[in-house]
């Protein structure tokens, strides 16, 4: 049975980099197609894909969220990490990692957009409030 598992601080301080790990059981990341993905939904808003790593190692990010973000991933612990910089109370959410499948058919493989369709996610985390405050 896949579940996973978000985990990491509730409370992080503005301008500080926020870390979440999400852990996965019951399927390797590795295993070929699959997407592994954080999502976030704030408070009164719909949910925001934000990024993904893919079973080769690929990250790809949401163009709005790039530049602060980084997402790894540990095999040997079967965990993907998301990093977020410079962190403001804008981003007080509740986090979630997810998984999809996906073969890119297409003749530029796959991007982003390909990704952030949240309906084609099987998997989720129960979510985690993280609150950006002084």
């Known amino acids: 049975q896949v579940q996973l598992q978000e985990s990491g601080p509730g409370l992080v301080k503005p301008s500080q980099t926020l870390s979440l790990t999400c852990t996965v059981s019951?399927?390797?990341?590795?295993?070929?197609?699959?997407?592994w993905s954080w999502i976030r939904q704030a408070p009164g808003k719909g949910l925001e894909w934000m990024g993904a790593?893919?079973?080769?190692?690929?990250?790809y990010y949401s163009p709005s969220l790039k530049s602060r973000t980084s997402i790894s991933r540990d095999t040997a612990k079967n965990t993907f990490t998301l990093q977020l910089r410079s962190v403001t109370p804008e981003d007080t959410a509740v986090y979630y990692c997810?998984?999809?499948?996906?073969?890119?058919?297409?003749?530029?493989?796959?991007?982003?957009?390909?990704?952030?369709?949240?309906?084609?996610?099987?998997?989720w985390g129960q979510g985690t409030q993280v609150t950006i405050s002084s």
């Open positions: 997810a998984r999809r499948h996906w073969v890119a058919t297409g003749l530029y493989g796959t991007s982003w957009n390909d990704l952030a369709d949240l309906d084609e996610y099987d998997y």
């Open positions: 019951g399927v390797p990341v590795v295993t070929i197609h699959y997407y």
């Open positions: 790593i893919a079973y080769s190692g690929t990250t």
